[in-house]
């Protein structure tokens, strides 16, 4: 322990004010720590490799698992004979849909429930049987022994033909798995009123979220108590389906992952390869290490459903829009996944119009569930409603750029409420100028007037996301120690935004103590506080008032002690720096760590509580992106020049991890909108065709620019939260793709409604024209 | 019993252990699919004796049977990067690597960077420049960067770009990689 | 996970061909593509033999004529980055450049690149097709976006893998291979096999025989030698077209040519239509029009890859425009 009581607090560092009890805390107005480009916490832990990922996790005695999926779209299971894989070297656990561990436990998704092994498998992927073996080797080389007879019957994988009545069902109530209807003003009417009408269909590709560490876990028991490591956003999310599937007190499943590599809203939830892992480490009576391989991940873990939407525009020659009309369609997957959810969002919500009509239809097909993927249905409406702008602003001769800043609404109009604040408008308007819109698009025009086959276009995209104020509940505690020291304890993960440290930051701005003797626990529902899972981008605007209430709580109990200590009423006290000081009576001072109650007890723990959200008032983030591109015309190449993302997501609250984001979802998007697709086999066999990263192409570090920017369009918002931040992870993948595909609408005069534009659909629409 | 638990180093020796040697030896002597024979392994300087399978890669044998976790798989087919060692001194992916391919080399790791705990250049930039979000790729980057720069002390952005060209990162952290990589390569020269 | 196999790694050419002379036995030189092989289970080995500790077969000399001598060992990236490569054949050094991603290039050598399985999804994926005994090919009427528009004959539609082997069959080059009968060497340009020959092999190497060295031929005078491909992504991706030139010109023409395609057919795809388009030719608007409509003379593209058709015309535009510009 230091002696000096200084030497963890910044020194001179004024902190805030610390209200009386029952009082919300000020709005910070400026801020010494937060904001500040910050390493992060747990950076020398996960460059050294030393930090521990679950797949990293090895027990005494532990053993490992696989499981065997049907290799079918759609079959069901006759017969499991796993008579010789039960005898092959180094088998000690294997489980099938007639093992008595299996017996009467259901599977449970969404509001779905099934048996955990069901003979009807409805996708490719469904789990038939699993192995636990002393190396992995051994345990695939008994999956490959087991002998399955399969009934296979017909399949459907194409959404659009999943509600034609031709297709074979995939449940028995049909394959409609939900309509969402939404109508607002007179449509007919105000495409009546319009100058300018416009009808296009879109579609958008299946993505997979395939993070680069595997999904999986580790499950030992001791006892009645099972511990699980699962690579996951939210652990008593884990622990609360796991509770629920193996009828356990939440109290006897313990679930840890303090680091995850990556999830992006595939690990929301645990899998039923988790269940799997938990019933053959009880049989085996040894801890189970059960990780996915790659392939699988392709089938069985989630996806971003492909849309097909049609959306029709009206619009006056002053710009103002008169009416849209968007209806799409969407597959869930085999089981309830939300195959058009929140498609429709933007078309409501993000430009003022008074009369829209949304018609979403999602479907069930023979193929992997989808999970909520980073801004689920946004990039794919955005496709939609961004290119029809530039379409309909192009029809009135004005600039892309004017029809939107005309459209800004005053209010969410989705709702019916407003905004706490808004920033779409300077999003726009500054983002433009920082990227030189107006030279870019006459360098372009130019360009392309000289005749090389080599095209240049600009393009850009405006959205909001539909939620990122985040929201109750959230518990964080807080421990200062007696020498001036912090430990946060947190429930949440850090799933690579940064949280743990911009937690510490909120904690250090606070306690004026240095950010980086501040020791986070997190992510163990054993040990650290009730979280939800980090998704939504709500972890931040959660968390940080959370962590920001457990210190005003630790001060509060400091000043109360301090008050003994000094002989003055608690109300006179505050904080300075590292001492707390009488405003009355200068002099009246003492060292936050001389404070005897502080000595006495050795750590004094506050707990914070996350508020309401502000009633009647809707908190959202939003965000402009530009992009400027070539297209060789000859071959259909295309290369990325720039790309600029202005994001108001409130407060920056560390503009390292910031730009970290924008640029990040920037590459997602270039994904969404350029390599990235599902391929299934649809006409023969309903199989994956491309279930390994190279016949999925993620974006490499060749195929984004060099040159990217982030401009934070910072607003202060008091209203959304008591530190004024807001989400920021998944708007800066929504505008990406419809800003590519608009500047490719202006290197080649071609409408790319259909994503992802790879060279192969660029160089095909190229030959076809405009109208292919 | 033949198995060998991972960790637990309790299985008999019953092949042949002619790759023991750093010489390859007489190539009658077949190393059978079904036994398990001593190895001999240098990995960050540190002689290793593992008995392994003849199909175990040398990133199983470094994540399971040693423990040296800081190497990761992210897909276990040569399409990701995240398994990225140097083997004498070249970047290459240790998924694709038979452990019996890898005797008599250098073998260089995440954990090799290090100079007892404290970072190598790189692995500084890395942490400095945020050069990742959710680090499962880290060490493999950190590794094509490492490769790249004892081969190519300053290298141009395109080669930096190349270098890492065989490393993904799904969070999209490249930008700050290509900077970490041009401040470490600074570093490193200076 | 890979499956059980025996291994060994012979010191001498005559102990490695008795041990590939069996069948189930798999020749391992940089491993990258038979590890993958072996992962996804598309062949029966029980045996993988390595070529590692051959002495002889890592390398690149000069010949005594003015040719280079390439030891099978080589690594794709020390072939990419040879001084005398890429003095004399600037097209093979930019093919072996393109090669997949920097890590596999370190790995990978010039003679696996050349006996490389194909990619194609169906035979890769759990799909038991023509290629690897089953009865039909599912990519002729399933998903063929990166399929052949040549040389296929409707039996099997895989485009072969190398962006190595098509600037070798333009430059002429030789494969020496050793087996159970001893030493051949034939011209790169008869190492593969197209499916109307055998759709079970790639090559036409036997049980037990192994490519040891590759040879090339002295460069004629003025020859001018490139390498240019398109893909999907720009690492680790395989051709959707490539195109690899062997001109030898005098001024603005083109005396002799060989051109020879990538990402096009079941094996390297010489194009003589475009060779006799541009062949005795100067190399004009009007040669380098025809040549780019000669290009897709017999092409027999499937509905899913007609883009292709327009895609090796821009290319081959594209890259002779190059050519007549560097005249200039």
Not at chain 1, 333 to 347: C, H, K, N, R, S
Not at chain 1, 417 to 429: A, F, M, S, V
Not at chain 1, 496 to 508: D, S
Not at chain 1, 595 to 603: H, I
Request: glycine share 10%; hydrophobic share 35%; with cysteine.
């Amino acid at each position: 322990m230091a002696e000096d009581g200084t030497i963890y607090y910044t020194n001179g560092l004024p902190v805030p004010d610390t209200p009386a009890p029952g009082e919300e805390p000020e709005f910070w107005k400026e801020t010494d720590v937060v904001g500040k480009r910050t390493p992060r916490v747990d950076a020398y832990e996960r460059v050294s490799g030393t930090a521990v990922y679950p797949s990293d996790i090895k027990l005494p005695n532990m053993i490992y698992g696989a499981i065997l999926r049907c290799p079918h779209a759609h079959a069901k299971v006759k017969k499991v004979d796993a008579g010789r894989a039960e005898k092959m070297p180094g088998v000690r656990a294997l489980i099938t849909g007639d093992s008595p561990e299996a017996g009467g436990l259901k599977w449970k998704y969404r509001g779905y429930s099934g048996p955990l092994f069901d003979a009807h498998c409805r996708f490719e992927g469904e789990v038939v049987a699993a192995v636990a073996a002393d190396t992995p080797y051994q345990a695939w080389d008994a999956v490959h022994a087991i002998d399955v007879e399969y009934d296979v019957l017909p399949h459907v994988v194409d959404h659009n033909l999943a509600l034609t009545g031709k297709a074979p069902e995939v449940h028995d109530q049909g394959n409609l798995a939900g309509t969402d209807e939404y109508e607002r003003g007179d449509v007919a009417g105000g495409f009546a009123e319009a100058d300018v009408v416009l009808e296009q269909n879109y579609e958008t590709g299946c993505q997979l979220h395939t993070p680069m560490e595997l999904h999986g876990c580790v499950a030992d028991w001791e006892g009645d108590r099972l511990t699980i490591w699962e690579s996951s956003q939210g652990v008593y999310a884990v622990q609360s389906v796991l509770s629920g599937i193996l009828g356990m007190p939440l109290s006897k499943v313990r679930v840890i992952g303090h680091y995850m590599g990556g999830g992006f809203g595939s690990k929301l939830w645990p899998g039923k390869y988790t269940v799997l892992a938990a019933l053959m480490a009880k049989q085996a009576a040894r801890p189970v290490k059960m990780i996915l391989t790659r392939e699988e991940t392709f089938l069985c873990v989630g996806n971003r459903p492909p849309n097909t939407m049609r959306l029709k525009a009206g619009v006056k020659k002053d710009g103002t829009l008169t009416a849209f009309d968007f209806e799409c369609i969407g597959p869930s997957g085999a089981y309830p996944g939300g195959g058009t959810e929140i498609v429709d969002w933007l078309v409501r919500d993000l430009y003022q119009c008074d009369n829209v009509r949304c018609l979403s239809r999602d479907v069930y097909i023979h193929a992997g569930t989808a999970r909520p993927f980073r801004a689920p249905g946004h990039p794919q409406g955005s496709w939609a409603l961004e290119q029809m702008m530039d379409d309909l602003a192009e029809k009135i001769g004005m600039d892309p750029i004017e029809l939107r800043l005309k459209n800004i609404p005053s209010i969410s109009q989705g709702r019916g409420i407003p905004y706490t604040r808004t920033g779409l408008k300077d999003c726009i308007e500054r983002g433009a100028e920082r990227f030189g819109w107006k030279d870019a698009v006459k360098r372009a025009r130019e360009q392309n007037r000289s005749g090389s086959h080599i095209k240049r276009g600009v393009g850009m995209g405006a959205c909001l996301w539909i939620v990122g104020g985040g929201g109750p509940p959230s518990t964080v505690v807080i421990k200062l120690f007696r020498d001036g020291s912090v430990n946060l304890n947190m429930g949440a993960s850090d799933i690579g935004t940064g949280t743990k440290t911009i937690m510490a930051m909120v904690a250090a701005e606070e306690l004026g103590v240095k950010p980086d003797v501040i020791q986070i626990e997190h992510a163990d529902t054993g040990t650290t506080q009730y979280a939800t899972p980090s998704g939504g981008s709500k972890t931040v605007p959660t968390e940080a008032p959370t962590v920001r209430n457990a210190a005003i709580d630790v001060k509060r109990q400091i000043i109360q002690m301090a008050a003994e200590d000094l002989g003055a009423p608690a109300v006179d006290l505050d904080y300075e720096g590292s001492e707390i000081v009488s405003m009355k009576d200068k002099s009246k001072r003492i060292q936050v760590t001389d404070v005897s109650g502080l000595k006495k007890r050795g750590v004094v723990i506050g707990v914070g509580y996350r508020g309401p959200n502000p009633k009647n008032k809707s908190v959202n983030p939003f965000a402009a992106q530009f992009c400027e591109l070539e297209v060789n015309t000859k071959t259909g190449e295309m290369k990325i020049l720039r790309f600029l993302g202005a994001h108001d997501s409130g407060r920056v609250m560390n503009r390292l991890t910031y730009d970290n984001q924008v640029f990040g979802g920037i590459v997602m998007g270039i994904g969404f909108g350029m390599t990235e697709f599902r391929q299934l086999d649809a006409n023969q066999t309903g199989k994956l065709c491309n279930r390994n990263w190279h016949d999925y192409k993620l974006p490499t570090a060749l195929d984004v620019p060099v040159d990217m920017e982030s401009l934070p369009i910072e607003i202060d918002d008091p209203e959304a939260n008591n530190t004024g931040a807001k989400g920021l992870g998944e708007p800066v993948t929504i505008p990406t793709a419809s800003a590519i595909a608009n500047a490719l609408y202006m290197a080649t005069g071609i409408r790319f409604t259909k994503a992802p534009v790879h060279p192969m659909e660029m160089r095909r629409r190229l030959s076809a024209g405009k109208e292919g | 019993m033949r198995t060998i638990g991972a960790g637990a180093v309790s299985a008999s020796l019953t092949g042949a252990a002619m790759v023991a040697e750093s010489k390859p030896g007489p190539p009658e002597k077949i190393l059978d699919a079904t036994d398990t024979v001593k190895l001999k392994l240098n990995i960050n300087g540190v002689n290793y004796a593992v008995l392994v399978e003849p199909r175990w890669t040398l990133l199983f044998v470094l994540r399971e049977a040693i423990g040296l976790t800081g190497t990761k798989e992210g897909c276990g087919r040569g399409e990701c990067g995240a398994c990225t060692v140097l083997i004498d001194d070249i970047p290459r992916y240790a998924c694709m690597t038979l452990a019996v391919e890898a005797e008599g080399r250098r073998i260089t790791t995440i954990e090799g960077l290090m100079t007892g705990e404290e970072l190598g250049p790189v692995q500084k930039a890395f942490l400095e420049e945020d050069a990742f979000q959710c680090g499962y790729c880290t060490p493999g980057q950190v590794m094509a960067v490492e490769g790249l720069l004892r081969k190519t002390p300053e290298p141009s952005m395109d080669e930096i770009r190349t270098g890492v060209s065989g490393n993904l990162c799904r969070c999209g952290a490249y930008h700050h990689i290509f900077r970490a990589a041009r401040k470490a390569a600074i570093r490193k020269t200076r | 996970m890979l499956p059980q196999f025996s291994y060994v790694r012979p010191e001498t050419l005559k102990d490695t061909v008795k041990h590939l002379n069996v069948p189930g036995a798999a020749a391992h030189a940089g491993g990258t593509d038979l590890i993958g092989c072996l992962r996804d289970g598309i062949m029966q080995v029980n045996k993988v033999v390595s070529l590692n500790a051959l002495p002889d077969l890592h390398g690149i000399r000069e010949t005594a004529d003015g040719g280079l001598l390439i030891g099978a060992m080589t690594t794709i990236t020390e072939v990419s980055e040879s001084p005398l490569v890429r003095r004399k054949y600037p097209g093979l050094a930019q093919g072996a450049s393109e090669v997949a991603g920097p890590q596999l290039r370190n790995q990978g050598t010039i003679g696996g690149n050349l006996c490389q399985k194909p990619r194609c999804w169906y035979y890769r994926g759990e799909f038991n097709c023509l290629r690897k005994g089953g009865d039909n090919c599912y990519a002729l009427d399933g998903e063929h976006l990166f399929h052949a528009i040549f040389g296929h004959d409707r039996i099997c539609v895989i485009t072969h893998p190398s962006d190595t082997a098509p600037p070798l069959v333009a430059l002429g080059a030789k494969v020496r291979i050793i087996g159970p009968e001893g030493k051949r060497t034939i011209p790169v340009a008869n190492l593969h096999v197209s499916p109307a020959d055998n759709v079970r092999a790639e090559t036409v190497r036997k049980q037990g025989e192994v490519i040891t060295h590759i040879e090339l031929p002295r460069p004629p005078e003025n020859l001018r030698s490139s390498y240019r491909k398109v893909r999907a992504r720009r690492s680790w991706d395989f051709a959707l077209a490539g195109v690899a030139l062997a001109l030898e010109m005098d001024g603005d023409r083109v005396n002799k040519s060989r051109v020879v395609l990538s990402g096009a057919a079941p094996v390297p795809w010489r194009s003589q239509p475009v060779e006799n388009a541009i062949s005795n030719r100067r190399l004009n608007a009007e040669t380098i029009e025809k040549a780019a409509r000669a290009v897709v003379e017999g092409a027999d593209p499937l509905p899913g890859n007609m883009y292709k058709l327009d895609l090796f015309k821009g290319l081959i535009e594209e890259e002779l425009y190059t050519v007549s510009r560097e005249l200039r």
